[in-house]
């Protein structure tokens, strides 16, 4: 499937602000927070909806509610905790599954540490939240782990793509939706995505 890049002016000027090397722990979080949210705006349009009656407190009329069983989102430790709260905040009833990976300094390989999903992964929309998508090993992981859950229906979100991670994502996964809020030039020799932002999970947690 196509990735779709959001490519937006105020994604554009709150990503400069993750990108300064300067920008505090308490800011970065902040903001990454305020891109989370559009995210989760876009990356949730394909939720169906049917008819609901509302009453007005002038008349009956009819809107439209969502539709299926809660969705599921699952951050990716450490860094996708990071858009956890504005995912949640826009889909409250959303149950959370927990995913620990993290991208071995030297093979690149993503080692698993921790899992824990939630029931019905076969009936609900998937969100997979990871700020960061350098080669792609680390999110193919989580799609593949929620594939063998039962998940069908599963679409990540990221702040900061490189060409390499999509087309590896997409490669891996073509059936999934990927949102990334920009695309970024290219990984360096140790895989860190150009001009990038560094370590997404370090400078939220202050672990420099
Ligand atoms: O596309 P990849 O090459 O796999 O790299 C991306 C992964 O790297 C970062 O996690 P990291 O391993 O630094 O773990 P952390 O979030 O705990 O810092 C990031 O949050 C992604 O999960
Ligand atoms: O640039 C990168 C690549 C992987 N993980 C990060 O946090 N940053
Ligand atoms: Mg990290």
Avoid at 33 to 38: H, M, P, R, V
Avoid at 84 to 101: D, I, N, S
Avoid at 116 to 132: A, G, H, K
Avoid at 144 to 158: D, F, N
């Amino acid at each position: 499937m196509e990735a779709t890049v959001l490519d937006h002016p105020l994604c554009d000027h709150k990503i400069s602000l993750l990108r300064d090397r300067k920008t505090p722990g308490i800011l970065f979080r902040r903001v990454l927070e305020e891109l989370g949210l559009i995210l989760a705006v876009e990356c949730t349009r394909h939720l169906p909806t049917e008819p609901v009656a509302v009453e007005t407190p002038l008349e009956r009329t009819q809107g439209r509610r969502l539709t299926s069983l809660d969705p599921v989102v699952v951050p990716v430790l450490r860094a996708g905790l990071g858009l956890l709260p504005p995912f949640l905040q826009l889909l409250p009833t959303a149950k959370v599954g927990h995913l620990g990976l993290y991208r071995d300094h030297d093979s690149l390989v993503p080692v698993p540490y921790y899992r824990n999903f939630p029931p019905l992964l076969d009936q609900r929309y998937v969100f997979i939240l990871d700020p960061m998508l350098a080669t792609g090993g680390s999110a193919s992981e989580a799609v593949r782990q929620l594939k063998v859950a039962g998940a069908e229906r599963i679409t990540l979100a990221s702040v900061l793509a490189a060409p390499e991670g999509v087309a590896r994502l997409q490669q891996d996964h073509p059936d999934i939706r990927i949102f990334v809020a920009a695309l970024d030039r290219e990984l360096n020799d140790k895989a860190y995505i150009l001009p990038g932002l560094g370590d997404a999970g370090d400078r939220l947690f202050g672990t420099l």
